[in-house]
């Protein structure tokens, strides 16, 4: 199969918004002995969330220039739609869910994880949510996160992060997750406020907006004990530029790293880089939780654990777990 035929069936595969993969082949891209690597910088895209503020952070304050590669960093749509732009070599790394190149890895595309993102954050205790939560209407007769049993849940992308993470909060809370009915819907809000669904998953910080609305009520945080500091979100290349490109993933990922790391330690800050890039009051932005950085390179065991979840729901084969894993940490 050649390249292109590849990209258009890749293409195909990651509709925009779609995350139910299909199958596809390895690219030839990647055979043989890989070329001398590129000096052009790397193109970085991430989509517009506070999962990005490594990114952000590395770029507004030096870490990507202090490593000694040049980046740049470009704002994206959804995930599903950066795999074929990705793959057709119009991006070198993409800020992804766990979820969507962990599918397509397991359907042959070849990504691999360079670096972790956002991890599965510490709900609040004294505010009572995390960076991820649930909302129902304030009228509502759903009481606990167990009672969304046999509900409509509304979120932007089905078989996603956040799909998962309702899935897991539900089932860990005595509830049956089987019973829930997933509703795509482009503005969550407003669709639990209007009623076509019974509850919604929000991130920060439209969780922020959600409390302000005296018609919905925090339900609780999607978030379950066993899964804080579990990684939800990371950068992903391809097989072949990593192959060509070793020395520059490797001062990316160093990069990201130290970056990480202050965007935990520096509330101050990482709010300040949020304001650059996230498309919100300031006012609202400073009452967000921040989703929490990962500050050590993806390791099997880190990976291991986030497609064991997704095996559990159904979106990858178990018996391919190993596999999956062996192959993303190239």
């Given at each position: 199969m050649n390249d292109l035929k590849f990209t258009r069936r890749v293409a195909a595969l990651f509709a925009v918004g779609a995350l139910a993969l299909t199958?596809?082949?390895?690219?030839?891209?990647?055979?043989?002995?890989?070329?001398?690597?590129?000096?052009?910088?790397?193109?970085?895209?991430?989509?517009?969330?506070?999962?990005?503020?490594?990114?952000?952070?590395?770029?507004?304050?030096?870490?990507?220039?202090?490593?000694?590669?040049?980046?740049?960093?470009?704002?994206?749509?959804?995930?599903?739609?950066?795999?074929?732009?990705?793959?057709?070599?119009?991006?070198?790394?993409a800020l992804m869910d766990m979820v969507t190149p962990t599918v397509a890895r397991s359907q042959g595309v070849p990504l691999v994880m360079i670096a972790p993102a956002g991890v599965t954050t510490e709900p609040d205790k004294e505010l009572g949510r995390g960076f991820g939560n649930l909302f129902v209407r304030a009228d509502s007769d759903i009481k606990s996160i167990k009672d969304l049993e046999g509900h409509s849940i509304g979120l932007p992308q089905i078989n996603s992060q956040p799909w998962i993470d309702a899935r897991a909060v539900v089932d860990a809370n005595g509830g049956d997750s089987s019973t829930l009915e997933f509703i795509e819907v482009p503005n969550t809000l407003a669709a639990l406020e209007q009623g076509q669904v019974d509850?919604?998953?929000?991130?920060?910080?439209?969780?922020?907006?959600?409390?302000?609305?005296?018609?919905?009520?925090?339900?609780?945080?999607?978030?379950?004990?066993?899964?804080?500091?579990?990684?939800?979100?990371?950068?992903?290349?391809?097989?072949?530029?990593?192959?060509?490109?070793?020395?520059?993933?490797?001062?990316?990922?160093?990069?990201?790293?130290?970056?990480?790391?202050?965007?935990?330690?520096?509330?101050?800050?990482?709010?300040?880089?949020?304001?650059?890039?996230?498309?919100v009051d300031p006012k609202i932005l400073a009452k967000a939780v921040l989703p929490t950085m990962g500050t050590e390179p993806v390791s099997a065991e880190d990976l291991l654990a986030a497609v064991g979840r997704m095996a559990r729901y159904g979106l990858v084969e178990e018996g391919l777990k190993d596999t999956i894993v062996a192959d993303m940490l190239k």
């Amino acid at each position: 199969m050649n390249d292109l035929k590849f990209t258009r069936r890749v293409a195909a595969l990651f509709a925009v918004g779609a995350l139910a993969l299909t199958g596809c082949g390895a690219s030839e891209s990647s055979a043989g002995a890989p070329a001398a690597e590129s000096d052009g910088a790397i193109r970085l895209t991430v989509f517009p969330s506070l999962n990005a503020l490594g990114a952000r952070v590395a770029e507004a304050d030096g870490f990507f220039e202090d490593a000694g590669v040049k980046v740049e960093l470009t704002a994206g749509p959804n995930a599903a739609a950066m795999v074929p732009q990705m793959i057709g070599g119009s991006m070198d790394i993409a800020l992804m869910d766990m979820v969507t190149p962990t599918v397509a890895r397991s359907q042959g595309v070849p990504l691999v994880m360079i670096a972790p993102a956002g991890v599965t954050t510490e709900p609040d205790k004294e505010l009572g949510r995390g960076f991820g939560n649930l909302f129902v209407r304030a009228d509502s007769d759903i009481k606990s996160i167990k009672d969304l049993e046999g509900h409509s849940i509304g979120l932007p992308q089905i078989n996603s992060q956040p799909w998962i993470d309702a899935r897991a909060v539900v089932d860990a809370n005595g509830g049956d997750s089987s019973t829930l009915e997933f509703i795509e819907v482009p503005n969550t809000l407003a669709a639990l406020e209007q009623g076509q669904v019974d509850a919604i998953t929000v991130p920060e910080p439209s969780g922020v907006l959600a409390l302000a609305n005296d018609k919905l009520r925090l339900l609780g945080p999607a978030a379950t004990e066993d899964r804080v500091g579990g990684l939800d979100y990371a950068y992903v290349t391809t097989e072949d530029y990593l192959a060509k490109n070793p020395e520059k993933v490797k001062k990316f990922a160093e990069a990201i790293l130290k970056a990480n790391a202050k965007a935990n330690e520096d509330d101050a800050n990482s709010r300040t880089v949020a304001e650059g890039y996230v498309d919100v009051d300031p006012k609202i932005l400073a009452k967000a939780v921040l989703p929490t950085m990962g500050t050590e390179p993806v390791s099997a065991e880190d990976l291991l654990a986030a497609v064991g979840r997704m095996a559990r729901y159904g979106l990858v084969e178990e018996g391919l777990k190993d596999t999956i894993v062996a192959d993303m940490l190239k």
